[in-house]
């Protein structure tokens, strides 16, 4: 069931946004249930991460409007390894503060990166999802990703291994591909 929307302000993070987006992190890494990662990150860290993001990524905020408070972030980085022959594709990841999921923020952050991401030429968003987190996985459904596959023992976590899922959205039809 979805919950009543809330009014939100999306923007650009700012290094200000590093205790708020570190704080939300570090309670979805918390729980061992919705994320790869597995050590919680320090404000100074959050803030390290924020000045250096790409130039060339885009890294957005929710911000609540009553109260001011970042109820979730998303980014899209340039695909790891910038090369030019993958530059169109960009990872997309996806983190909202547990009291907010179910109120849309997920999907206004998506809208606006989107747009974002075409503006700076990304041909393709991908995501790597737990293979567990199925809310995850609705979640992205629903924004127009499509699951492409599932890579089995893809990360490392906890002395063990977990499968993730890799999904995709296409943001423009570029033709065939040379051969």
Same mark, same amino acid.
């Given at each position: 069931m979805t919950k009543p929307a809330i009014h939100l302000? @999306?923007?650009?993070?700012? @290094?200000?946004? $590093? /205790? $708020?987006?570190?704080? @939300?992190?570090?309670? +979805?890494?918390a729980?061992? %249930? %919705?994320? /790869?990662? #597995?050590?919680? @990150?320090?404000? $100074? #860290?959050?803030?390290e991460y924020i000045r250096t993001f790409s130039k060339s990524g885009c890294f957005l905020v929710a911000e609540h409007i009553d109260t001011q408070a970042?109820?979730? !972030?998303?980014?899209?980085?340039?695909l790891q390894g910038g090369d030019t022959a993958t530059s169109h594709i960009g990872e997309i990841s996806t983190? +909202?503060?547990?009291?907010? *999921?179910?109120?849309?923020?997920?999907? =206004? !952050?998506?809208?606006v990166l989107l747009e974002e991401a075409q503006k700076l030429g990304y041909q393709k968003i991908i995501a790597y999802i737990r293979a567990d987190n199925t809310a995850a996985q609705a979640f992205y459904l629903q924004q127009g990703f499509r699951?492409?596959?599932? !890579? $089995?023992?893809?990360? =490392?976590? *906890?002395?063990?291994? !977990?499968?993730?899922v890799l999904a995709e959205r296409l943001l423009t039809n570029p033709g065939t591909a040379a051969t």
């Open positions: 302000h @999306i923007r650009p993070v700012c @290094i200000d946004d $590093a /205790a $708020a987006t570190a704080r @939300i992190l570090n309670d +979805i890494i729980t061992q %249930l %919705l994320t /790869a990662m #597995e050590k919680p @990150i320090t404000v $100074a #860290e959050q803030a970042i109820v979730g !972030l998303q980014s899209l980085e340039p983190f +909202i503060d547990d009291t907010y *999921r179910g109120h849309g923020v997920g999907t =206004r !952050l998506t809208h699951m492409v596959g599932r !890579l $089995a023992q893809h990360i =490392r976590y *906890r002395g063990g291994y !977990l499968d993730q």
